[in-house]
T-cell receptor
Framework: DAKTTQPPSMDCAEGRAANLPCNHSTISGNEYVYWYRQIHSQGPQYIIHGLKNNETNEMASLIITEDRKSSTLILPHATLRDTAVYYCTRMKTSYDKVIFGPGTSLSVIP | DARVTQTPRHKVTEMGQEVTMRCQPILGHNTVFWYRQTMMQGLELLAYFRNRAPLDDSGMPKDRFSAEMPDATLATLKIQPSEPRDSAVYFC??????????????????FGEGSRLTVL
């Protein structure tokens, strides 16, 4: 049980922002939201994580709703290389059972 | 550039044979995960370790799978005997969990490139 819900697939035009939603309505107070992506059959790669506040790094931005029941990963200017499966996961502060769901398959279209 | 190293990258074997996959976590990391990925099941958590001690292996078929950490630089996943349904990509991931004044600081998980197993 991944305990997160994501749309199975999304398309995004190259150069536009890709907004990937994740629902984690049962998240508890000490669980972070983490995002990873997997390109082809490579190992998943960390993107970003957050607890309560919005976060930004060189790869993406993470917007977490005030009630923490959902979040959105934003790739500001999607490129073809961003085509991948994106996983939203919950991680307790003690690394308890990191479970990955099916994720969202993002296709960036030229 | 620190990374998680997995061997072998590819393995083809016959049903009934023993298979051992190895993982070298990033130096200094204290937590190691084993995942299995198939098209049908996605990424499944098999087992994980903290400071070399197994914390949970409930995702593993106990009769044929075993996971160990002989030392801090090596994690192994063994299948004996292997079956065709074990064909999958096996990923190892490592991370560092630190506790400061009762608060755990988790970092990101670093994944290896995976071991692709085919059991004929």
């Amino acid at each position: 049980d991944a305990k997160t819900t994501q749309p199975p697939s999304m398309d995004c035009a190259e150069g536009r922002a890709a907004n990937l939603p994740c629902n984690h309505s049962t998240i508890s107070g000490n669980e972070y939201v983490y995002w990873y992506r997997q390109i082809h059959s490579q190992g998943p790669q960390y993107i970003i994580h957050g607890l309560k506040n919005n976060e930004t790094n060189e790869m993406a931005s993470l917007i977490i709703t005030e009630d923490r029941k959902s979040s959105t990963l934003i790739l500001p200017h999607a490129t073809l290389r961003d085509t991948a499966v994106y996983y939203c996961t919950r991680m307790k502060t003690s690394y308890d059972k990191v479970i990955f769901g099916p994720g969202t398959s993002l296709s960036v279209i030229p | 550039d620190a990374r998680v190293t997995q061997t072998p990258r590819h393995k083809v074997t016959e049903m009934g044979q023993e298979v051992t996959m190895r993982c070298q976590p990033i130096l200094g990391h204290n937590t190691v995960f084993w995942y299995r990925q198939t098209m049908m099941q996605g990424l499944e958590l098999l087992a994980y370790f903290r400071n070399r001690a197994p914390l949970d292996d409930s995702g593993m078929p106990k009769d044929r799978f075993s996971a160990e950490m002989p030392d801090a630089t090596l994690a192994t996943l063994k299948i004996q005997p292997s079956e065709p349904r074990d064909s999958a990509v096996y990923f190892c991931a490592s991370g560092l969990v630190q506790e400061l004044a009762g608060v755990y600081d988790t970092g990101e998980l670093f994944f290896g490139e995976g071991s692709r197993l085919t059991v004929l």
